[in-house]
């Protein structure tokens, strides 16, 4: 297997598969798992377009970038702007909810009675320092923290497949169809690990449309599986962090999921102030490190601490506005480059009906997620 593609398939699923994953079976639960699985399917399908879409702008457009750097590049100042403030959102969301989750999980997972903020204080310090390490050692903490989850989550499959209450998944709920989207969308989004993609594929590029897909399918199973066990177990009683329903092994299960992504994350938030905006390395740190910190601090002290409602929030919002700017992004890029560069190893069809369609799907999630 080629390492370089082993490394670029996993970064981005290990992007991906973050807290989202914990949150899904809670929201199948209350629209019931078809429902969920119709909405997973459905956006994957969505998802895995726009990857390769934004796959493609990376390999159309020179130098390094993050999103808020293609944005200026093809829809000018005011799109950077836009794109930064969608995307921090987006980042900080995701960053707080990983926070919250490692909080309550080694809270669960050690047996002291200390309050869950001081776990997650203590995740940030050894995450921070983690980050020191720079790229190379992430593309070995990715690898293998992804092939923990596979494992874990199959181990989970595996174990409890055969003593499932088959009742619990035929239920469904009508008047919740609409509950599943906002966390479906959180646990699909991978936008902001593409451009990290672009830099570690470098050489071998005619591999990185198979990576991409490959790279999103995955968790699409996973998430398959490990909704079918915890609300085959446990019903509409199952965890708002699904893997504190089970004992202590399972739970490291989210620790390792929420490891990597914010890894990822934090990456590509530090590139985006390094490479697009220019700043230094201590402006980098506070927005980097402190920030997810700070807000943190203040989300626990003030009682804002849904897991469902930050990651469906952070998931339609920010991924709605990212997928619609990323769009406009692909249809500048094709007419500009078209002429001036060869052609780029991934091609995705983008006309203005297939733009509207999808905006279209965007706005409508996010006003349903601000409407509950």
Same mark, same amino acid.
């Given at each position: ?175 919740? &169809?609409? #509950?599943?989207? @906002? ?6 989004? $991978?936008? +902001?690990? /593409?451009?990290? =993609? ?108 849904? &897991?469902? #409602?930050?990651? @469906? ?6 991924? $709605?506005? +990212?997928? /619609?700017?990323? =769009? ?45």
């Amino acid at each position: 297997m080629n390492k370089k593609f082993l490394a670029t398939t996993f970064t981005l699923t290990g992007s991906i598969i973050g807290a989202g994953i914990l949150g899904l079976p809670y929201v199948f639960a209350q629209s019931g798992l078809l429902i969920g699985l119709f909405w997973l399917i459905a956006l994957g399908a969505i998802m895995i377009f726009m990857n390769l879409t934004l796959g493609e702008i990376t390999l159309r457009t020179k130098g390094k970038h993050q999103l808020a750097g293609y944005a200026e590049k093809y829809l000018g100042k005011k799109g950077k702007r836009a794109m930064f403030f969608i995307v921090i959102f987006g980042i900080y969301s995701a960053l707080l909810a990983y926070l919250v989750g490692e909080g309550n999980s080694f809270a669960r997972l050690i047996p002291f009675n200390v309050p869950p903020v001081v776990f997650g204080i203590i995740f940030w310090v050894i995450l921070t320092l983690m980050l020191r390490k720079g790229m190379k050692e992430l593309k070995k903490i990715e690898t293998w923290g992804v092939i923990g989850i596979i494992g874990i989550v199959l181990a989970i499959f595996i174990q409890y497949v055969f003593t499932l209450d088959i009742s619990n998944l035929a239920t469904i709920n009508q008047a919740n &169809f609409f #509950t599943p989207i @906002g966390v479906v969308l959180f646990a699909l989004l $991978g936008f +902001t690990s /593409i451009p990290e =993609l672009r830099i570690e594929i470098k050489g071998q590029e005619k591999l990185f449309k198979r990576a991409v897909i490959i790279g999103t399918v995955i968790p699409i199973i996973l998430y398959i599986l490990f909704s079918i066990i915890f609300i085959g177990k446990f019903g509409i009683t199952v965890n708002e962090v699904a893997t504190l329903s089970l004992g202590p092994f399972v739970t490291i299960l989210g620790i390792f999921t929420m490891l990597t992504s914010f890894l990822v994350l934090s990456f590509s938030l530090h590139d985006m102030f390094k490479y697009d905006l220019k700043t230094s390395n201590k402006v980098n740190f506070f927005f980097t490190s402190l920030v997810p910190l700070i807000l943190y601090i203040l989300a626990e002290q003030f009682d804002f601490t849904s &897991f469902s #409602t930050i990651l @469906g929030i952070g998931g339609t919002v920010s991924g $709605g506005l +990212t997928g /619609i700017m990323i =769009l406009l992004m692909a249809r500048k890029a094709k007419a500009k480059t078209r002429s001036k560069n060869k052609e780029p190893e991934i091609k995705m069809p983008i006309n203005w009906f297939i733009v509207i369609i999808l905006s279209l799907v965007f706005i409508a999630a996010i006003v349903l997620q601000l409407s509950r």
